[in-house]
């Protein structure tokens, strides 16, 4: 079984950075893509980013894209995402999710998920 676990949210005003973090439990995390998503009250879980196994491959959504990064340390078992620039839009409740497929963009092929750590931006 595979835990994800996120810290690293908070309530910040419009134009400060977060760190979130995700740390995963099991000995295969370097084998698997991770992406983050976010979902929004009354909107649906969005993809923002997402990491290929290595570290090499990165893929965001056009809305974070030059604001957001999407990182990995293999050997915490970790993922992270670096928020700089944040909007009162980018508020929500951030998700941490592996992938079991070859589609990083699409939450339906992701087969974990953690329980969510929540973003508040200010204006």
């Known amino acids: 079984q595979v835990q994800l676990v996120e810290s690293g949210g908070g309530l910040v005003q419009a134009g400060d950075s977060l760190r979130l973090s995700c740390a995963a439990s099991?000995?295969?995390?370097?084998?698997?893509?991770m992406g983050w998503f976010r979902q929004a009250p009354g909107k649906e879980r969005e993809f923002v980013a997402a990491?290929?196994?290595?570290?090499?491959?990165?893929w965001y959504s056009d809305s974070v894209k030059g604001r957001f990064t999407i990182s990995r340390d293999n050997a915490k078992n970790t993922v992270y995402l670096q928020m700089n620039s944040l909007q009162p839009e980018d508020t929500a409740v951030y998700y941490c999710a592996r992938s079991f497929a070859r589609r990083p963009a699409r939450k339906d092929d992701y087969d974990y998920w953690g329980q969510g750590t929540q973003v508040t931006v200010s204006s």
């Open positions: 099991g000995r295969t995390f370097s084998s698997y893509t």
């Open positions: 990491i290929g196994w290595g570290g090499y491959s990165t």
